[in-house]
């Protein structure tokens, strides 16, 4: 069995989040977009090489089950993805501030189960970025 290909995107990460329309968007900077599949509240961007190097989320308060003000104050965060055998898993950890206070968000995880529309090679991509 061929081992996962690997993609470290830690330190080079783009974060933004749209309170009004409550959507969350996380990628790695500098990857050139390939094409995109949504699956449920989340849409995966892959590169040309074929990692998911971006990540959107649409109803990311409702999904991620915070408050909308504290994704509006994340101060740090990281996203990994595992591709096996076609099916996406997804982990997010944030830390936001509220008051001048960390609230670290609770790891969360996601299992994309509908096979992704075009086979994806496995592979392993992670992505940190503290403020």
């Known amino acids: 069995m061929q081992k996962p290909r690997h993609l470290d995107g830690t330190g080079k990460g783009e974060f933004s ?18 094409q995109s599949f949504e699956f449920q509240n989340f ?4 590169d040309d090489e074929g990692f998911i190097t971006g990540i ?17 104050n994340i101060v740090e965060w990281e996203f990994n993805t595992r591709v096996e055998d076609n099916i996406i898993t997804i982990t997010f950890r944030f830390v936001g501030k509220v008051r001048n206070r960390e609230v670290p968000l609770t790891d969360f995880s996601r299992q994309l189960s509908t096979p992704a529309p075009t086979p994806i090679a496995d592979s392993y991509v992670e992505c940190a970025v503290s403020a």
């Open 17 to 34: 989040y749209d309170y009004k329309y409550d959507t969350l968007m996380v990628k790695i900077k500098d990857r050139n977009y390939k």
């Open 43 to 46: 849409v995966t961007d892959i």
């Open 56 to 72: 959107r989320i649409f109803d990311a308060s409702k999904v991620l089950k915070v408050d909308k003000y504290v994704l509006k």
